[in-house]
Nanobody, 119 residues
Framework: QVHIVESGGGLVQPGGSLRLSCAASGSIYTMYAMGWYRQAPGKQRDLVASMTSGGSTNYADSVKGRFTISRDNAKNTVNLQMNSLKPDDTAVYYC?????????????WGQGTQVTVSS
């Protein structure tokens, strides 16, 4: 069994910063990509940022230059530093991990953490 747990969401004013953290644990044989998605009310879940085990990153155009993804391969953790936050960044943020649990490779999701950007 694999567990994905996020933390760090909350309420922040426009222009502020937040740091999201995600830890994967359990039956992890090989960890591949880890990343963050977000879903605003009434919208689809979209990629925010992802990072491969080799360190290659991919960012949504809307967050480039403001958000930074990082990960610790030894600890199976991934973080998202979010700066210069805007009201449009308001969403539930989900951590995603592509991993092999010894039997198969699949994508696993966390429960989500709310980020609200408002004055």
């Amino acid at each position: 069994q694999v567990h994905i747990v996020e933390s760090g969401g909350g309420l922040v004013q426009p222009g502020g910063s937040l740091r999201l953290s995600c830890a994967a644990s359990g039956s992890i044989y090989t960890m591949y990509a880890m990343g963050w998605y977000r879903q605003a009310p009434g919208k689809q879940r979209d990629l925010v940022a992802s990072m491969t085990s080799g360190g290659s990153t991919n960012y949504a155009d809307s967050v480039k230059g403001r958000f930074t993804i990082s990960r610790d391969n030894a600890k199976n953790t991934v973080n998202l530093q979010m700066n210069s936050l805007k009201p449009d960044d308001t969403a539930v943020y989900y951590c995603n991990a592509e991993l092999n649990n010894g039997l198969r490779t699949a994508y696993y999701w966390g429960q989500g953490t709310q980020v609200t950007v408002s004055s």
